[in-house]
């Protein structure tokens, strides 16, 4: 047998699938609360519909092959483009706007690094068919709140802020043409990583970007907080559109009490080619892990992955990096015990009734166990310890002929005789108290 | 893009997902009431991960390819080969008996059939530790009490039960060997669906089973109920002990009030070889679905693929035939309204107080919307209406003046000034009323 799962791969016994469904759990009570539908789509899906979004150089990252019907298929590295088709094959028939959600499994063959995984649950959410900035604020909030049903507040995570439409027209007003845009995307997104000699690289050889200057770019990013961007626009001939949306979103998540945690930060591009407007990043405040979430929005992906032609935006927020920072803050929370009670016998003539109290409680939702072997009450009370049980009942010849157990809080000490046929209620109350 | 998912894989629009999530909460509601405890391993193994169990045949059935870094490896086609893994990685440190239970999805590419899938979710427990009988009523319980929660009773689902210790003592009483004992599970395990020209060169030509007859083994397969087995085992040699686990999780099934969903049924055996005592399966009680459940008890399996030395059983449950049995019953629950609340404004200046009402509420765990663009009260209370939501807040200039707000009853078309600070409670009342 092979002793462990692949490199990059989980195992999750009960200790670490507690927390993961514990993360799972809130993911959908926030998006729930926002109106969103949960949707799934097949891990396994043709490969086409990764290389006709992202070209073929996304072949190297992925789990691809052949499959016996020698079809190329591929594990799904990102869930947009299962999105995008399943929107397509049914928009006629949805109201818009769709919010839908998903918590996703996704794979990337990644040469392997240090800790780095190969797999992560991402949480996904998409708001598709509305393209006002009120769907950029609900989208935003919906993170924010996510982070706040963990116990993470303002002080603990910053949202970093940007708009492609507006730093668009302002790279514009520096010289950068249409041909140099992704090419200057593409510096502002990797500043904070950047090496002195890359950065002198940038300053002394001719750049896809030009007639801008490396230093017109860092300019650019250097703008912080919507006053500066709103004066920085506002000389240009089109500025007042290309910040309206930026103003009305921040105004909207103002009115939500949300403000605290924005930052408007131009460093925000986020790599990827197809974001069209709004584009935002949630860190932890000390910026000591990788990005928690990630989004904006993508008006024209949608069509251009063959789908329908409708706004959109969303984000994801994967599992590993929040379980790490959830860790860190001391916010991971005790796995929950086992059962709630452990049923005991006294004597061999005790186990019928023992599996007959054991039924009835689990028939009422309370969690047991008994022990199938016959040992000492002592015993048996060691492992309903041993099971984290905070009560337990106990069968003897004496409460068989009165048709009673006797119940024990185990937290408490407390010991009392009781109905059987009201034992089920009795535990609910001691357990809800 | 491709249109499709590929052939054999599900995609999970909310109305498809929404019965998934029904089955998958009454699956961890019951695993949860009996102690176990959820775990999960990676959807993608090593290939050896299988075929050391159950040979190379298994290969032609499997998703399998050569990843990036040259490991042969496989989708999951079952869940006990890990199961196994993890187990005996912490066998040390885990408390017997281990009661665990996963959702995993598994995957097999079969030469597609008409409606025949290549994946499906299924639940797996097993409880692994414990060599007693008691463990075996435990699990066959647990198997049962799932279809209680779904709202089927025993005249809807029959639970086939055989022991492979008393199957095979007769088998050995009518001649069969130990070599030919494969053969002779492999006959009673196809006999209900063999053709009469099978059956009759059974009869006729050589078998392995010799020199027990095809007709030995039909009188064998033909035992119903405790009092024929224990009569056919009682003139054995060995017999009472070949019979007594059967007997003794009868008794405890039926001290927990479940012996009416029991049948005894000689003809169940499960194709797989590795099973060494109970044998159990679910089916709706017309026979017209395929099994809903089959499980038994395997204790020398861990052991076999290079695992710990310990007693297990445990039962598979997939989600497909389950969710066409709902169906077919009619048990199959509408999916939830997609929210409980909508947020209205009668005038845009109304709208930053809709979005704090909205907020304010959500934070109260209520499911709101609101609409993103400017449109008349009576087009957003439609809105309203097609989300399900059973609530409407409406915010105009007189509310705002008195920091109030609207609160309609959809439901009951009643209407109340509610102040903004006490709506939430007073939602939280109506949608429990």
Known sequence: ?????????????????????????????????????????????????????????????????????????????????????????????????????????????????????????????????????????????????????????????????????????????????????????????????????????HRTTPQPYAPATADDLIAVAGLRGLSQVESAVAMLPDGAAAVAPLTETLAALDAMGLSDWIEIDFTIVRGLAYYTGTVFELFDAGKTLRAICGGGRYDTLLQSLGGVDLPALGFGMGDVVLGELLKDRGLRPEPPSAIDCFVAAVTPEDQPHVLRIAHQLRDAGIRVEYAFGQTAVGKQLKIADA????LAVVVGPDDRATGTAQLKDLQGSTQEAVAIDALAARCHELLAG
């Not at 099971?387 to 905070?390: D, H, M, S, T």
């Open 387 to 390: 099971r984290g049980a905070r």
């Open 1 to 201: 047998m092979t002793a462990k799962a692949l490199p990059g791969f989980r195992d999750f016994p009960p200790h670490d699938l507690a927390l993961r469904a514990y993360i799972f759990a809130a993911w959908r009570r926030v998006a729930t609360r926002y109106g969103f539908e949960e949707y799934d789509g097949p891990p396994l899906e043709p490969l086409d519909l990764y290389t006709s979004k992202s070209g073929d150089e996304i072949v190297g990252q992925l789990y691809n092959f052949v499959d016996k019907g020698d079809r190329p298929v591929a594990l799904r590295p990102e869930m947009t483009p299962t999105l995008a088709r399943m929107v397509a094959e049914r928009a006629n028939g949805l109201k818009k706007p769709i919010r839908w959600f998903s918590i996703p499994q996704l794979f990337r063959y990644e040469r392997q690094q240090r800790g780095r995984l190969r797999e992560h649950f991402q949480l996904n959410c998409d708001l598709i068919g509305e393209a006002g900035a009120l769907a950029d604020a609900e989208i935003i909030a919906l993170a924010i709140d996510v982070m706040r049903e963990f116990g993470l507040g303002a002080k603990d995570i910053r949202v970093r802020v940007s708009d492609r439409r507006a730093l668009t027209a302002l790279l514009q007003a520096r010289g950068v043409t249409a041909d140099g845009m992704y090419a200057a995307y593409q510096f502002i997104d990797k500043l904070e990583r950047m090496s002195p000699a890359d950065l002198e690289r």
